[in-house]
């Protein structure tokens, strides 16, 4: 039994420019398309629809795993948080797993919005991706 959708949640997928090949990760490719369909049925589940958008427009140059994490940024207009990056929103990453990180970004986007860092306030984890923290 699925809940009425109260809450959105716009995924916003950057342009890459690969800078090394230990950190490349495909977001056009099967797997995180995979990865994402099953995230939005969960979160639907729980009364969370998620929208993927992709911004050809802006670029990141990844050259380390926070750079990964800047290229994906979540917002939630309802909850007064927009465009946020991953490392924003999560703070340092716990085993450097892309989809683990952007789920636990999206439930906690959703469901604990109010511990995430204003996006003024000084943040170590900042690295001039654009998203303000």
């Not at 099967?30 to 099953?38: A, D, N, P, Q, R």
Request: glycine share 6%.
């Amino acid at each position: 039994m699925e809940c009425k959708t109260t809450k959105q949640i716009r995924m916003t997928i950057l342009e890459r420019n690969f800078a090394r090949n230990d950190w490349m990760y495909d977001f056009e490719g099967s797997g995180f398309l995979s990865f994402y369909e099953t995230l939005t049925k969960d979160m639907n589940k729980m009364g969370v629809e998620l929208e993927l958008v992709r911004n050809r427009n802006a670029a990141i140059t990844i050259n380390s795993y926070a750079d990964l994490l800047n290229v994906v940024k979540l917002s939630a207009l309802d909850e007064g948080h927009n465009n946020h990056c991953i490392g924003h929103i999560i703070g340092k990453s716990q085993n450097l797993d892309i989809q683990e990180d952007i789920k636990i970004a999206v439930r906690r986007i959703a469901f604990a919005p109010e511990t995430i860092a204003p996006a003024d306030e000084f943040r170590k984890v900042c690295h001039n991706c654009g998203c303000g923290c």
